[in-house]
RNA sequence: GCGCCCGUAGCUCAGUGGAUAGAGCAGCGGAUUUCUAAUCCGCUGGUCGUUGGUUCGAUCCCAACCGGGCGCGCCA
């Protein structure tokens, strides 16, 4: 790629004319943010003046002058108070192109030290819907696994379901007193959910309920052979259920192992917290305080009280004996790194759990555990108005209705544009596009906005969204199907029109684009390069007509199609976005 | 009260210590006998919440304030 290969002769100029790199200081080269001064440029020498005292402008000529990038460049330039500009040649374009089309990797180098990274994300409960919440959840940690696979490292994925919560008491009495069986074997997690919904509303203001529940759960918990019975075809109902809709949105996971899983490894957990003096006794639960390593306003277990800090521990046992999210969540990073050998653990989880995550990473820390955790953050969902998208009462959007509606929407519309449609093709289509359009809608966002819930720009079939980046690779399709032979490299490449080169170029960017994605855990940067792309193509696709040129240019035409296709199918796809032939 | 996140065009959102802050939608005006019109080109539209500070340079970093969202010992 052209930017860490012109950062590595950046360093090479640095050798080559004796200047000193002050400590901590790297080199960069990032996209020129003005064309008409090149394709790249680095403000190396401007940040580095400042350190060394120097002139920007004298440095950056002297780094240009030692500089040897002849073989990728057809200019360099400095300019302004010390931009060093980049103008990569027709000839790397041309070459790097070959690759895209040739090699399986479509020019993207893989990372050089590859990790064990575990990502956990989706995670829905048991007997109760997965709602819009979940979209981005899902969405953005099956892209994050996609990327970091292609990009060579060793991925688990792991769907950490809620399995084992308070909820069950509710559930387990509901399922003895209001259960309708027809309504069950109909609807599964509709029926659970009626009378968890019904049991929650009455518990509300009714201390013997609650308390009947919670006896329903302590039974549970101690072994009970009816309710545990039922609890296991809770979660078996629901699995299936959860199976369909992941087969739907074309999500997949090595691993469900949910809460329950980790039962076993709670209490032996929280006795070697004890034993290692991490957790102690207070007001008979067991809780994390503060050790005071770290300065107050950085510490997760302090909060400021007007003038005093005042603890704010993690409690891993509560003082009935009953275990919490948090316990499980280190008996959890536990397993992950005995059996899979995590060198990292990624968090798709949403923001508002910034807290528990601090606690989780300062606890593993003082356990003296090796891993890094990430929790790859994400803004809640709000409704129209603005505030928080609550799922209580009146009625909740749940997920495979987004869904349902969005494949309806793009049915319809497909069917409109091509009525030769129809069947099973046009089912496919309509569940890709349908699929595509709520999950581009989605991950075209930076995950930290809080997402505004709106039908219609979810749904919506034009402007930056799925179905036009679609749109943008059948038309790369149609060309070779009109063409009528298979594509095959030609021998040599001729780059002349402006609209072919930076067509050619934003191509090549697409290895940069696919390993920024992992800097900040954000496919939105995908996204933007991916319609970048598109908008390339679309405007070269108007500029240049291919089947109608001949010679090199039609050559040089066909094989930027054939590289466009590959790149958008792939970026798409690690999207989780599939692309189809037609529309 | 304390903490975290956010505040950018009418709406929905990108973006970065650097060169003239960008898209989409909406609005207006053009193109097109198609390699499929879910397309392209152009125009209109901004005090980057406010005020200070650091810097050669701040929308970006720091501080305070305003506004919105969320969280804060036995739910997950």
Known sequence: MFRSQLTQRLLDAFTSAQIEIPEGFAPSVVLASDTRFGDYQSNTAMALGKHLRTNPRALAQTIADHLKVDDLCEKISVDGPGFLNFTISKPALQSHLCDICQSDRFGVPTVTEPRNIVIDFSAPNVAKPMHVGHIRSTFIGDSLARVARFLGHHVTTDNHIGDWGTQFGMI?????????????????IHELVRVYKIINAAAK???SLREVCKAELVKLQQGDAENHAIWTECVRLTMIQLDK??????????????ESYYNDALGPLVDDLLAKGIASVSEGAVVVFSDGSVKPEEDPFLTRDKD???????????????????TTDLATIDYRINEWKADEIWYVV?????????HIIAVTQRRGIDVKLVHVAFGSIQGEDGKMFKTRSGETVGLLEVIDEAIDRARTAAAEK??????????????????????YAELSQNRMTDYKFAWDRMLSLQGNTAPYLINAYVRTRAIFRKLGEDFAMP???QITEDA??????????????????LIDHRPNTLATYLFELADCYHSFYEACHVLNSTGITRDTRLTLCQATSRVLKQGLNLLGIQTTERM
Request: aromatic share 8%.
């Open 500 to 517: 072919e080169r930076g067509l050619a170029m934003k191509l090549a960017q697409f290895a940069e684009a696919t390993h920024d994605i």
């Open 491 to 493: 021998a040599a490449l």
């Open 245 to 258: 809709v992941y087969d739907t949105l074309g999500v997949t996971f090595d691993y469900a192992l949910g």
């Open 350 to 358: 949403g923001q508002p759990q910034q807290l528990h995550f601090r």
């Open 172 to 188: 387990l009495h509901g399922w003895k007193t209001l259960l309708d069986h027809d309504a069950l074997a109909k609807d599964p």
């Open 205 to 207: 203001d009714d201390e």
């Open 418 to 439: 091509d009525p030769s449609l129809s069947g099973d093709a046009l089912e496919e289509i309509a569940r890709i596009i349908g699929c595509g359009a709520v999950k």
């Open 308 to 326: 005093e800090w005042k603890a704010a521990p993690c409690i891993v046992r509560k003082s009935d004996g009953g275990f919490l999210y948090p």
